[in-house]
T-cell receptor, first 116, second 114 residues
């Protein structure tokens, strides 16, 4: 049981390059999320998808786009990377849609992105 | 909007010491409260949770009680081990329209020395 799988684990980009971070879950969860983690800032929500076919902005969506490809996969795209997007990115999923996720979220192990 | 405030770290303790990490929150309605733990190089793992006032969450010797009157959810452990060294995040879950999202505190780094 893999849980939430993120790829790649590490990436270095030049300013202006684009890339897509991949996330897949095998728990049949409805909701999926993308967070970024920065020192002293905790985790901040970028985008989320409450169910297949829907996506919504979180706290810090600027510079990012997302695609909920199917129930399993939720990708995060940086169209033109900037140094301010250097961060650790976490994907998460939860079982219930529109109802409190009393089981909490399941997180992937993260993607460490550096933009130079 | 919703917010979570944790005590600032880092916290350094000796093995078998008592641990308290303070967490207070601001939220409308009746949020659920969580503690997550992040070990070095890993993602976050759910440590414990409480879904209503006066609930006590517990796991692996850690405890936290949902105190609505003081809007707090402090994490405690009676005797820490070196293996407890990690970053601890307090979080709340509240509704945003028809969707529920987690709001995290900034995290507290705990180091336990032998």
């Amino acid at each position: 049981n893999a849980g939430v799988t993120q790829t790649p684990k590490f990436q270095v980009l030049k300013t202006g390059q684009s890339m897509t971070l991949q996330c897949a879950q095998d728990m049949n969860h409805n909701s999926m999320y993308w967070y970024r983690q920065d020192p002293g800032m905790g985790l901040r929500l970028i985008y989320y998808s409450a169910s297949e076919g829907t996506t919504d902005k979180g706290e810090v969506p600027n510079g990012y786009n997302v695609s909920r490809l199917n129930k399993r996969e939720f990708s995060l795209r940086l169209e033109s990377a900037a140094p301010s997007q250097t961060s650790v990115y976490f994907c998460a999923s939860s079982a219930l849609r529109g109802i409190r996720a009393n089981y909490g979220y399941t997180f992937g192990s993260g993607t460490r992105l550096t933009v130079v | 909007g919703d917010s979570v405030t944790q005590m600032e770290g880092p916290v350094t303790l000796s093995e078998e010491a008592f641990l308290t990490i303070n967490c207070t929150y601001t939220a409308t309605g009746y949020p659920s409260l969580f503690w997550y733990v992040q070990y070095p190089g890993e993602g976050l793992q759910l440590l414990l949770k409480a879904t209503k006032a006066d609930d006590k969450g517990s796991n692996k010797g850690f405890e936290a009680t949902y105190r609505k009157e003081t809007t707090s959810f402090h994490l405690e452990k009676g005797s820490v081990q070196v293996s407890d060294s990690a970053v601890y995040f307090c979080a709340l879950e509240n509704s945003g329209g028809s969707n529920y999202k987690l709001t995290f505190g900034k995290g507290t780094l705990l180091t336990v020395n032998p």
